[in-house]
């Protein structure tokens, strides 16, 4: 199980709306995509035989896991914490659910991301191919193509793979650390173009489960007098 130092404080509203964008729709995913990300080239990392066939083996994995259902720990750059539950149902859907007292979810619903504060009744979207997770959520997982792995490196039991979008690099890399033997996805970092960086700790993680349809609704706004 992945540890964090738990005597830091949790986030702050703003804490977590900027790290929770981070996590899904990276800060570009809010605004148009500049031409400098079209023409922003990305190098791909040099792999050698055994590489390729880990990562295939990983790319396979990721393909196999239909739902899942995991608690998570959240660290932003600073250190700040948050809590709470993420559900998974590929392809498309995801759910992120923080702990009180924060009140803010985020869902995709294989379209958008919508974050939601049900404290300030603010609902912001963005485009779910915005997202540096989206390559996680397609119907067919593929780390080539599209998507381009910036980085790969092996310790005992473990892989570190770095992922980005070929074609929209600013939408924000993504590195995954897995155990293996067998693999099993542990974590992820997500740093935007501006350099903000937001890690995603997994445990007591669920695959295989049913997950309710209603737990991937689009969030509406509360109605005046509601």
């Known amino acids: 199980m992945l540890k964090f ?29 500049t031409s400098s990300a079209w023409a ?17 083996r990983i790319e396979t994995y990721l393909n196999g896991i ?10 932003d ?3 700040n914490i948050a809590f709470g539950m993420i559900y998974v149902r590929r392809p498309g859907f995801l759910r992120v659910q923080y702990d009180p007292p924060s009140q803010v ?8 991301v919508s974050y939601y504060d049900a404290e300030l009744n603010q609902l912001n979207q963005a485009p779910l191919g915005l997202s540096p997770l989206w390559f996680l959520l397609r119907d067919h997982v ?8 910036t980085s790969f490196d ?13 074609d929209e690099p600013d939408a924000g890399t993504v590195t995954l650390v897995l155990g293996d033997h067998p693999l099993d996805l542990q974590q992820w970092t997500i740093v935007d173009d501006k350099g903000q960086q937001v890690r995603v700790g997994l445990y007591n993680a669920e695959f295989g489960v049913q997950l309710e ?4 609704r689009t969030p509406e706004k509360k109605r005046k007098g509601n």
């Open 154 to 166: 092996r310790a005992p039991n473990a892989f570190q793979i770095g992922i980005v979008q070929t």
């Open 5 to 33: 130092d738990l005597t830091r404080p949790f986030l702050s509203r703003r804490g977590v709306l900027r790290a929770s964008l981070g996590v899904l729709a990276a800060s570009t995913a809010l605004s148009a995509v």
């Open 40 to 56: 922003k080239k990305v190098k791909p990392a040099a792999l050698s035989d055994q590489d390729k066939a880990d990562v295939a």
């Open 66 to 75: 239909t739902t899942m259902r995991a608690k998570f720990q959240q660290v």
């Open 142 to 149: 593929s780390l080539g193509g599209d998507v381009t792995v």
């Open 77 to 79: 750059a600073a250190g």
């Open 213 to 216: 349809n209603k737990l991937f």
């Open 105 to 112: 979810i985020l869902v995709a619903d294989s379209i958008a």
